[in-house]
């Protein structure tokens, strides 16, 4: 697609190979970013669509829309995909993808939190939400003692539960 023009608060656009494929696809970009498409593409340029380039780019879009989403290792992202996308993947290696796979997961995390009451309130808020165990929140609550300072209460409590079904009721940090 390339752009055309705007209209009120609208951007229109047309299909980048309308004259070659006479395709008249065209969609509009919505205010909240996202793409409505108004005419399909032609069934020449459809059966087009498997050029090299254009699976890259939808195998970098994958690999991007993930990496933001979920918290599990990229290398683990890609090979995934890899495996859904097997020609794209054998053009754009993991050596290449994994800068901007790191790059997407970086702008997507929430800023540091000042202090530990700042991350409590966060994670009160739900802004922390990808941080589970066990489909479950890691954050159990936070404390503040007399002297106003605060600690924050991580826990799982499937792996507790756990360690309390096999009767160990104490356990001690080892230095390390």
Not at 156 to 173: A, D, M, Q, Y
Request: proline letters at 2%; a positive charge.
């Amino acid at each position: 697609m390339f752009y055309i023009n705007d209209f009120n608060i609208f951007s229109y656009y047309k299909c980048a190979k309308s004259t070659e494929f006479f395709c008249d696809g065209t969609a509009r970009k919505n205010l909240d970013g996202t793409f409505s498409e108004l005419k399909p593409h032609s069934r020449a340029h459809i059966a087009n669509r498997d050029d090299e380039s254009n699976l890259i780019v939808l195998f970098r879009d994958a690999l991007k829309e993930r990496s933001k989403n979920e918290n599990i290792s990229l290398k683990l992202i890609y090979d995934d995909e890899a495996q859904r996308h097997r020609v794209a993947a054998g053009l754009y290696p993991w050596s290449t993808a994994e800068s901007i796979m790191r790059s997407v997961r970086r702008s997507s995390l929430p800023a540091l939190p000042q202090s530990l009451h700042e991350l409590a309130v966060k994670f009160d808020n739900g802004d922390l939400s990808r941080y589970m165990c066990c489909n479950n929140s890691i954050f159990s609550g936070s404390v503040r003692d007399s002297d106003g300072k605060y600690s924050v209460i991580l826990a799982c409590r499937h792996l507790i539960n756990l360690v309390l079904s096999h009767g160990i009721t104490e356990v001690n940090k080892i230095n390390g």
